[in-house]
């Protein structure tokens, strides 16, 4: 028989937050929640602008997501120039990444530590090598319809993991530099559903980076992930150099006679 003393363990604190809001501000705030995921790292104005709020509602709900754990500040340097004050971002944190969706994760990396406790890391790797192997085939018909183009490949790319859940996208980088150099392109994944998984066992971001890199048919490096604390996944793709025009080298010919010639 309980005691009428008995205490409840209360609601999560999430929940404890939203719980008294009206329906139609529950959903502005999920769809500012879901922007700074595809945009992130986006500041307030750019967010007020994507989603047509005044800077004043967007703060509002980007302090009440801030409380809630859900969102943070990362301070951006100015890509341009480098010089000023860093800009203030958001991005999604570890547990607005975990609300949107990791169901059973706790279990797969059970499992998992116990497969590599039984037949060895040997197994792991085999196991998230053949997980890869699987997205590749299905991602291939995609991407080697965009043609030779690597940076069109990286699109088809990006759309394909959006598809899956991984909140792709794509930024070209060096194409405003005025002298010719190595021009690459970001690929970005704004969401992790396998990230709690990835941070246990790292050579599920291994296998995706190098099926990745067959899929492109380059090399491709890896600049930050999400299971290693980034705010995001970024995959560096070289796609070639720019074609600014350079000037020429100005050559003098100089004529030596048999008289002038060093004895």
């Known amino acids: 028989m309980y005691s009428s003393q008995q205490t409840v363990p209360g609601p999560d604190p999430v929940v404890r937050a939203t719980a008294g809001l ?11 929640l879901h922007a700074v995921l595809e945009e992130g790292p986006v500041s307030a104005a750019e967010l007020g602008e994507l989603l047509g709020f005044t800077p004043a ?4 709900h980007l302090d ?5 754990g859900l969102v943070e500040v990362k301070l951006v340097a100015n890509q341009s120039t480098g010089a000023g004050r860093p800009a203030r971002r958001y991005v999604l944190s570890h547990r607005g990444q975990a609300k949107l969706g990791n169901d059973y994760l706790d279990i797969a990396t059970e499992a998992l ?6 037949a060895g890391p040997e197994a792991v790797d085999a196991f998230a090598a053949r997980r890869f192997e699987a997205m590749e085939r299905r991602y291939r018909p995609a ?22 859940g991984f909140v ?28 709690d998984l990835a941070r246990e066992f790292p050579v599920f971001c291994e296998k995706e980076t190098q099926a990745f890199s ?11 992930t999400l299971a290693g604390g980034g705010h995001v ?3 560096h793709i070289p796609v070639g150099r720019n074609h600014a025009p350079q000037r020429a080298e100005k050559r003098t010919r100089v004529k030596i006679t048999k008289q002038e010639r060093p004895r």
């Open 22 to 32: 009206p329906e139609n501000e529950e959903r502005t705030r999920d769809r500012v």
């Open 113 to 118: 530590a116990e497969l590599g406790r039984a």
């Open 64 to 68: 009440a997501l801030s409380r809630q």
């Open 214 to 224: 067959r899929l492109l048919g380059v090399d491709v490096r890896r600049l930050s």
């Open 233 to 235: 996944c970024t995959t």
């Open 143 to 164: 991407v080697e319809a965009a043609g030779e183009s690597l940076a069109a490949r990286a699109d088809a790319l990006s759309a394909a993991l959006s598809a899956d």
């Open 57 to 60: 509602a967007v703060r509002r």
């Open 168 to 195: 792709g996208s794509t930024r070209s980088v060096g194409t405003n530099l005025p002298r010719a150099t190595m021009l690459s392109v970001q690929l970005c994944q704004g969401h992790c559903p396998i990230q």
